[in-house]
């Protein structure tokens, strides 16, 4: 199914009503959490919690988690190659917790310097935030080793942006070694406005709402409110099924696209933006050689992949 299907067959407020329509956008919606969560190799899909995308999933764990566990005592560690993201976010946490905040610099190749980063890691650590790869230089980062350095030294949450990591190779976040991971759907070949934050069960339990109103409650009475269970505890308000669905859909061409894009992250600095120079339709991975221009601010060419045309299938 893809997203003009769900405005023709299931155009409904998941979750809320008993009526026919409502109950298959409930189940759609249901479906593209397990597919999504499938590709990403969680196996817990309550631990996939949909938002607008990377943005909303960092502030997510900066504003929920961040705010009920951070003191002035504190640091929080981010490095010099994060989006603002994946910077931002936690500046503005760390000033209003009073908490300190600390970048690690990169070398002179455009990684992690991890020398540096042991330098900053101590029991003061509480987040360390890293990306998985970076969208202006194209590095892929070692998370094993940042994992290592993290539990070694710390007893922070390692929360990866992974924007530039889902769409283009195999991510398992089950056995990533992170807390946290967000990502977002329209680069990885599904629409705007949707994206996901996954996390532990534990942390997201022991987590307090990020925001608070309709379906992420249980119980409400005049003085107080308990929390529904995962994935609801973290989606308050009228969900945005139909993206959901999308996003179901275009993470199942992006798997077809996959190896193609895998290559393409390895020569990803060269190759970015000679299609669009070009005028060239054609996926990036498919490109001559000589087509590749020069290195840009940008990781990953646009690629323009569309959904295979006859497929009528829901899935
Ligand atoms: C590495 C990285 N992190 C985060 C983001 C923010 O993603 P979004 O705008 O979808 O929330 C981007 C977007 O370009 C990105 O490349």
Request: hydrophobic letters at 40%; a positive charge; charged letters at 25%.
């Given at each position: 199914?893809?997203?003009?299907?769900?405005?023709?067959?299931?155009?409904?407020?998941?979750?809320?009503?008993?009526?026919?329509?409502?109950?298959?956008?409930?189940?759609?919606?249901?479906?593209?959490?397990?597919?999504?969560?499938?590709?990403?190799?969680?196996?817990?899909?309550?631990?996939?919690?949909?938002?607008?995308?990377?943005?909303?999933?960092?502030?997510?764990?900066?504003?929920?988690?961040?705010?009920?566990?951070?003191?002035?005592?504190?640091?929080?560690?981010v490095?010099?190659?994060?989006?603002?993201?994946?910077?931002?976010?936690?500046?503005?946490?760390?000033?209003?917790?009073?908490?300190?905040?600390?970048?690690?610099?990169l070398?002179?190749?455009?990684?992690?310097?991890?020398?540096?980063?042991?330098?900053?890691?101590?029991?003061?650590?509480?987040?360390?935030?890293?990306?998985?790869?970076?969208?202006?230089?194209?590095?892929?980062?070692?998370?094993?080793?940042?994992?290592?350095?993290?539990?070694?030294?710390?007893?922070?949450?390692?929360?990866?942006?992974?924007?530039?990591?889902?769409?283009?190779?195999?991510?398992?976040?089950?056995?990533?070694?992170?807390?946290?991971?967000?990502?977002?759907g329209?680069?990885?070949?599904?629409?705007?406005?949707?994206?996901?934050?996954?996390?532990?069960?534990?942390?997201?339990?022991?987590?307090p709402?990020?925001?608070?109103?309709?379906?992420?409650?249980?119980?409400?009475?005049?003085?107080?409110?308990?929390?529904?269970?995962?994935?609801?505890?973290?989606?308050?308000?009228?969900?945005?099924?139909a993206?959901?669905?999308?996003?179901?859909?275009?993470?199942?061409?992006?798997?077809?696209?996959?190896?193609?894009?895998?290559?393409l992250?390895?020569k990803?600095?060269?190759?970015?933006?000679?299609?669009?120079?070009?005028?060239?339709?054609?996926?990036?991975?498919?490109?001559?050689?000589?087509?590749?221009?020069?290195?840009?601010?940008?990781?990953?060419?646009?690629?323009?992949?569309?959904?295979?045309?006859?497929?009528?299938?829901?899935?």
């Amino acid at each position: 199914m893809h997203c003009a299907i769900f405005y023709e067959t299931a155009n409904a407020n998941p979750h809320r009503g008993a009526y026919a329509l409502s109950v298959r956008a409930t189940e759609c919606y249901h479906q593209s959490r397990v597919r999504v969560a499938q590709f990403l190799g969680v196996r817990d899909s309550d631990c996939l919690i949909f938002t607008r995308g990377t943005t909303e999933g960092l502030n997510l764990v900066a504003g929920a988690w961040g705010m009920a566990n951070l003191s002035s005592d504190d640091e929080i560690v981010v490095t010099a190659m994060d989006h603002h993201a994946n910077f931002v976010p936690w500046q503005v946490l760390a000033m209003r917790r009073g908490a300190k905040f600390r970048v690690c610099e990169l070398t002179p190749d455009g990684k992690i310097d991890l020398d540096f980063l042991s330098s900053l890691l101590n029991k003061r650590t509480k987040i360390v935030a890293v990306s998985h790869v970076s969208n202006a230089l194209g590095t892929i980062n070692p998370i094993a080793e940042v994992a290592r350095l993290v539990r070694e030294k710390t007893d922070a949450i390692l929360v990866c942006d992974g924007a530039q990591s889902a769409p283009h190779f195999p991510v398992s976040f089950d056995s990533l070694g992170v807390d946290f991971y967000a990502f977002s759907g329209h680069k990885m070949l599904g629409p705007m406005g949707i994206g996901g934050l996954i996390g532990k069960r534990e942390m997201l339990e022991e987590m307090p709402p990020y925001q608070t109103g309709g379906d992420m409650i249980e119980f409400v009475h005049d003085d107080r409110t308990t929390w529904n269970v995962l994935p609801h505890k973290f989606e308050a308000g009228t969900p945005n099924a139909a993206n959901a669905v999308g996003l179901a859909a275009g993470r199942r061409v992006s798997r077809q696209d996959r190896h193609g894009s895998c290559a393409l992250s390895r020569k990803s600095a060269d190759v970015r933006g000679a299609g669009a120079a070009l005028g060239d339709r054609r996926p990036p991975h498919l490109w001559a050689a000589g087509q590749r221009a020069e290195r840009s601010s940008e990781l990953h060419p646009r690629r323009r992949a569309s959904p295979r045309s006859g497929d009528n299938s829901r899935w």
